[in-house]
């Protein structure tokens, strides 16, 4: 079954939305501060950059060539890196709020 039309350029733009949004949170959460980092810092940290190499991969992979027109296999793929990307930024904006 093919992708519905506009699923494409709807995914590649809500993945650069939740990019733009994580960008914000780091800068906001304060990562160039000069005190010493804790183990929680590093978690949200590590958390944040999966996060951002899922949401950067969603285009790519969106938009990558595929055998037939009806074969959405990248698309599917695509939306399982959307979800662990949002997933993993959200997992970080969490920690850095609990710890």
């Not at 590093?42 to 285009?59: E, N, Q, R, S, T």
């Not at 698309?75 to 969490?94: C, K, Q, S, T, Y």
Request: proline share 7%; with cysteine; net charge neutral.
């Amino acid at each position: 079954m093919p992708s519905p039309s506009g699923s494409v350029p709807a995914l590649s733009s809500a993945s650069a939305t939740i990019f733009s949004i994580g960008i914000v949170f780091l800068g906001y959460w304060g990562m160039y501060e000069p005190t010493k980092w804790r183990p929680a810092d590093i978690v949200v940290f590590a958390c944040a950059l999966i996060g951002f190499g899922c949401l950067g991969l969603v285009p790519w992979m969106a938009t990558s060539p595929v055998e037939s027109e009806s074969n959405d296999a990248r698309v599917r793929i695509a939306r399982h890196l959307f979800l662990a990307g949002v997933a993993a930024i959200w997992l970080a904006v969490a920690i850095s709020v609990v710890f």
